[in-house]
């Protein structure tokens, strides 16, 4: 579904920011994704879900007090969904924006209303058209080519998706033989004498053996998203990777291991949650204005 309406007093980034959060949780819940775009006063949003879930959380918009003149604009069944990982995208629209657009250059020469939207819907749908392009173009970031360039490029990629399904499959028969080995671990520890008790380095031994799977694991998911989308997530490597130091600091025998070791260990694992820390509030922040 298609909308758009007018503002009944301009929205500060601050009222805007408190309106999307609560349309984020609200939309989650009720499994609907979607785009809102605001410009001049106006909004025009697009929701995406199961026909009465759209229904419903378009009845509580008609009545929400802060706009005014609601008016559905396109409504139709798709094959899938157009912003799939977006409870609600959103973006203020400025004229930075689309100075470089073909079609849209000349928007913000006109008073781009609701009057002006319902009768120019082709404008509504190119703007569409252009932030779902750039969300694509942020979701889907190919580090391999995903339309063939010519034969061999293509041939190529396919060889390498082939490559990194095989991997998947390998990987899942590591995580099997990982739990097998965490089993037998417990089982070892508990049943030797002294029965049914676990010392220090028996917990870090374990410990180990529980994060060597949630490591495998970790990899996986790497590998799925990575089939899905064609794109490494950075995110989440660095997460595996910090998991992996971790471990590795848990499990070290400390009377006979190098101090400078552990104080280099310690500072690659600093380094990395820095790194995550950051990447983390770098998409934060890009949330809040996309």
């Known amino acids: ?49 199961e026909d009465k879930d759209v229904d419903a959380l378009y009845n509580c918009i008609k009545k ?34 689309l100075s470089n657009v073909e079609g849209l250059n000349s928007f913000f020469e006109h008073d781009a209303g609701s009057d002006y939207f319902i009768h120019e819907q ?8 252009h932030f779902r392009k750039k969300y694509q173009a942020q979701m889907a970031h190919a580090e391999l080519p995903t339309e063939d360039v010519n034969p061999l490029i293509g041939s190529l990629h396919k060889t390498i998706i082939k490559a990194v399904n095989v991997l998947a499959v390998l990987m899942v028969a590591v995580i099997l033989f990982g739990v097998w080995d965490v089993v037998v671990v417990i089982f070892d520890k508990l ?29 996986f998911i790497n590998i799925t998203l990575y089939l899905r989308t064609d794109v490494i997530p950075i995110r989440l490597v660095l997460a595996t990777a ?29 380094a990395l949650g820095v790194t995550y820390w950051i990447v983390g509030k770098y998409h934060s922040e890009e949330d809040k204005t996309i």
């Open 122 to 129: 082709n404008i509504v749908s190119l703007l569409m058209q």
């Open 1 to 49: 579904m298609l909308y758009i309406s007018s503002a009944t007093s301009s929205m500060s980034d601050e009222d805007m920011l408190n309106m999307l959060e609560k349309c984020r949780i609200n939309n989650a819940a009720r499994n609907i994704t979607g785009m809102l775009l605001y410009c001049q006063d106006t909004f025009v949003q697009v929701l995406e879900g």
């Open 242 to 270: 910090v998991m992996a130091v971790a471990r590795k600091i848990i499990i070290f025998d400390y009377k006979a291991i190098d101090p400078q070791y552990v104080y280099a260990s310690g500072v690659v694992l600093l």
């Open 64 to 97: 929400d007090p802060r706009h005014s003149g609601v008016n559905i604009l396109e409504r139709k069944v798709v094959d899938k969904r157009q912003f799939p990982d977006w409870s609600m995208g959103f973006k203020k629209i400025t004229d930075a924006d």
């Open 191 to 219: 049943f030797t004498p002294p029965y049914l008790m676990l010392t220090v380095s028996d917990i870090l031994a374990t410990f180990g053996s529980f994060m060597m799977v949630l490591i495998a694991i970790e990899i």
